[in-house]
T-cell receptor
């Protein structure tokens, strides 16, 4: 069964460093998403992406964040200069169409020291 | 405003007890979807159910059942004869799309502890 994959599963970085979180969505999906979950809290929407551009972003998604689909398979989230409060689990999701079910990846746990 | 409320922060039960997790949502959309996800200690989000706002029929899947009531904006989840493996955090979510693109709004989750 096709699934969304994410790498790495756990990333540790120093404050101020840049990180790139990688996702491989399901191959025929066209809509991509990133969500964030700070430890012990709820899952929060960050950004949605379609046709090589951002379709919607939340207040959390400030200038430190960017997303990209560098090739036909990967979908990345870049945090330019990490802060302690960026420590969280980051989930990638994809869907086949605009109103379709979103399939989640297993998440990347980011720890900023 | 789009919002999901899970008032129960944590529930503890003994194995074989039935347990109901509450979910109340707010939306002005006439068409929307509701979800339940399970998050075990390993951290991944496990999809349980997706329900269209036009379909108010209750659903049963094995030991799981869902009660959707539009009149009270609730989408409650019941586990019958709970097992230790059911211990997890359960999230209710609402799919909304102001711009035409959908996103999920999650509740704060209910931690279920099932003891032997």
């Amino acid at each position: 069964e096709p699934e969304v994959t994410q790498t790495p599963s756990h990333q540790v970085t120093q404050m101020g460093q840049e990180v790139i979180l990688r996702c491989v969505p399901i191959s025929n999906h066209l809509y991509f998403y990133w969500y964030r979950q700070i430890l012990g809290q709820k899952v929060e929407f960050l950004v949605s992406f379609y046709n090589n551009e951002i379709s919607e972003k939340s207040e959390i998604f400030d200038d430190q964040f960017s997303v990209e689909r560098p090739d036909g398979s990967n979908f990345t989230l870049k945090i330019r200069s990490t802060k302690l409060e960026d420590s969280a689990m980051y989930f990638c999701a994809s869907s086949a169409d605009r109103a379709g079910e979103q399939f989640f990846g297993p998440g990347t746990r980011l720890t900023v020291l | 405003a789009q919002k999901v409320t899970q008032a129960q922060t944590e529930i503890s039960v003994v194995e074989k007890e039935d347990v109901t997790l509450d979910c109340v949502y707010e939306t002005r959309d006439t068409t929307y979807y509701l979800f339940w996800y399970k998050q075990p200690p390993s951290g991944e989000l496990v999809f349980l159910i997706r329900r269209n706002s036009f379909d108010e029929q209750n659903e049963i899947s094995g030991r799981y059942s869902w009660n959707f009531q539009k009149s009270t904006s609730s989408f409650n989840f019941t586990i019958t004869a709970s097992q230790v493996v059911d211990s997890a955090v359960y999230f209710c979510a609402l799919e909304v799309g102001n711009t035409g693109f959908q996103k999920l709004v999650f509740g704060t989750g209910t931690r279920l502890l099932v003891s032997p």
